[in-house]
């Protein structure tokens, strides 16, 4: 727990967690933070599935810190840029550059993302351990 990358993680799946939970008990809100509007009707449901991904994310992520090594938990974060990279060109496709911020707020998502994993990763090639603590 002493360690900056474990503090990072941490940061990392309360974000994720908070986002999930937003989603899910506000899928308006979440949908306007996302950068789509909502759909009426039954196709609202659709964004609490976005909501859950994220609370999985956040919740597997603060497993995996806990419980595995630098390399299984940058494994993870470098696997999982690819959910920003496709939230910005469903962004893009539906909004084109009219709404920069959103697409800024996935890119900087996916940047955080990739920094992360290849931070995770090089501590994991300097550890013999390789474990989170």
Do not use: C
């Not at 469903?90 to 900087?108: D, I, M, Q, T, W």
């Amino acid at each position: 727990m002493h360690e900056p990358s474990t503090w990072l993680v941490f940061a990392l799946s309360g974000v994720f967690v908070v986002l999930g939970l937003l989603f899910i008990l506000a899928p308006r809100a979440g949908a306007a933070l996302f950068g789509i509007a909502a759909p009426e009707g039954p196709g609202l449901s659709y964004v609490s599935a976005i909501g859950l991904r994220d609370l999985a994310f956040g919740a597997y992520l603060a497993a995996l810190s806990r419980l595995t090594m630098h390399r299984a938990v940058g494994t993870v974060l470098g696997l999982t840029v690819l959910i920003p990279i496709g939230d910005v060109i469903l962004v893009f496709l539906e909004r084109g550059f009219e709404s920069p911020k959103h697409l800024l707020l996935h890119a900087g998502s996916g940047i955080v993302m990739a920094g992360s994993a290849l931070w995770l990763l090089a501590q994991a090639s300097n550890d013999n351990k390789g474990v989170i603590s």
